[in-house]
Structures are given as C-alpha cells and as structure tokens.
C-alpha cells in the first residue's frame, strides 16, 4: 500500500474514516510510483463506491458488491479517492498477499468482481517487489 502524501502520517483508523465514501478502481496497468502520478492507461477493470462509514471492523463495506466489471484484464492494483478526486492510497490487488483480494483472478465486461479481503498496511510495500530472505542473502536488492 502506498499512501498519498496529504495521508502519509495516518494510522489505520485514520485511512478508514478517510475511505468513506471514496471510490475504489481496479487498474491492470503498472502501479505508478506514487499516489499522486496519475494512472498511465485510464482505462480501469472495476470500480466500487464505498459507504460511509467504509468499515465495519475490518470489513470493508462498497455500496454495491459485486460490480460489473467494465474492461478485460488482470488486477494490479486499486486506487482509492475521494469524492473530490483526491487520491488517498494505491494498494496492491491480485491473488495472495495482496492489499485488496478479488474474488476473481481476471476481469471482463459486465462479469461481476467482488471484494473479498481489504487490508490496511500502511508500512507495507506491493508484495511483488518484497525479496525473499534468500534473495537478499544472494545480494538480489
């Protein structure tokens, strides 16, 4: 998960209250490098309205689940903002150790996407780009 930099020294409950009412979108382009570059290719899978308040506990509650999706393509990773167009994170999106977990591996027009786990980790980098212990004991940084 990268925060933007107006949330960067937000805790957990800080980033939830501020998802309230925010849009999440799916994107299986290259997450920038940070929140605030936009989105290479607009084009986007999926998008989610979330409520107000976002959570219950610690899970997330769109206003609609599933959506349709509205292109073809594999999650990357999600962008959240607010009503306004303030960009408030990117968190990482696909199967495993991912920030946002789909129920579906890929995307295509009209198929539903949902939502099935949403965390919050504000220290954490995109999982594809953490190295293993080996790695880092083989020099591989």
Do not use: W
């Amino acid at each position: 998960m990268k925060l933007a930099e107006a949330f960067a020294g937000c805790g957990v409950d800080e980033i939830k209250a501020a998802l309230g009412g925010a849009t999440l979108r799916v994107y299986s382009c290259a997450q920038p490098d940070t929140p605030e570059k936009s989105v290479f290719r607009n084009r986007f899978l999926a998008e989610f309205q979330l409520e107000s308040p976002a959570f219950d506990g610690d899970s997330i509650r769109p206003v609609e689940s599933p959506v349709a999706g509205k292109d073809v393509g594999v999650p990357l990773f999600v962008r959240a903002t607010k009503a306004d167009g303030t960009v408030i994170a990117d968190f990482s999106a696909g199967p495993g150790d991912m920030d946002v977990k789909l129920a579906e591996t890929s995307c295509s027009i009209g198929a539903p996407v949902q939502i099935v786990k949403f965390q919050i980790r504000p220290q954490s980098t995109h999982p594809s780009r953490r190295l293993s212990a080996r790695d880092r004991m083989q020099g591989l940084s």
